[in-house]
T-cell receptor, first 110, second 117 residues
């Protein structure tokens, strides 16, 4: 079993829809949770960062962490074609070494 | 957010040659940097941890003599792919962490696409 599981998709939704991306993990020692967006042939870009459990909102993006269920989510409201990318969840125990999910390929159709 | 640069952004080389990739943290110092490789449609695979002033730490299965890492300063790490072969063709990405109280994030460079002919 992988430490971090993420559905690779692909996921295709119409413009304006709410997108929900999720990851589950098995190691309860993870404390730092991140979502990265990666466009084709580019490096990952940090979107959201959460420490421990809770919600965090930044514009159209909301990140949720439920440590009791070992489940993290990223919601994108009013999705735009420019949001089309691969979204990677990542987490760490605090020793800087990140463990990534497989990444979900998302397409927003105009 | 913090900025990490990589150079070159892409490189094509002949089999058997060596290629050096630079990773720089532009607006902060990093005693540690990470090197990843990514194959098409796959996630990032950590290759090694670059440590300023000491030897790099390699992940299991990564050949340290093939992938030479030098962390020359607090803002520069280099990855040299020695005697490159076509199977080394991949997307190489570095990252640098920003760590503080309740903070443990990494900022990634734009990546270097290596093609070995």
């Amino acid at each position: 079993q992988k430490e971090v599981e993420q559905d690779p998709g692909p996921l295709s939704v119409p413009e304006g829809a709410i997108v929900s991306l999720n990851c589950t993990y098995s190691n309860s020692a993870f404390q730092y949770f991140m979502w990265y967006r990666q466009y084709s042939r580019k490096g990952p870009e940090l979107l959201m960062y959460t420490y421990s459990s809770g919600n965090k909102e930044d514009g159209r993006f909301t990140a949720q962490v439920d440590k009791s269920s070992k489940y993290i989510s990223l919601f994108i409201r009013d999705s735009q074609p420019s949001d089309s990318a691969t979204y990677l969840c990542a987490m760490s125990k605090g020793a800087q070494k990140l463990v990534f999910g497989q990444g979900t390929r998302l397409t927003i159709n105009p | 957010g913090a900025v990490v640069s990589q150079h070159p952004s892409w490189v094509i080389c002949k089999s058997g040659t060596s290629v050096k990739i630079e990773c720089r943290s532009l607006d902060f110092q990093a005693t540690t940097m990470f090197w990843y490789r990514q194959f098409p449609k796959q996630s990032l695979m950590l290759m090694a941890t670059s440590n300023e002033g000491s030897k790099a730490t390699y992940e299991q299965g990564v050949e340290k003599d093939k992938f030479l890492i030098n962390h020359a300063s607090l803002t520069l790490s280099t990855l040299t792919v020695t005697s490159a072969h076509p199977e080394d063709s991949s997307f190489y990405i570095c990252s640098a962490p920003q760590v503080g109280p309740r903070t443990d994030t990494q900022y990634f460079g734009p990546g270097t696409r290596l093609t070995v002919l």
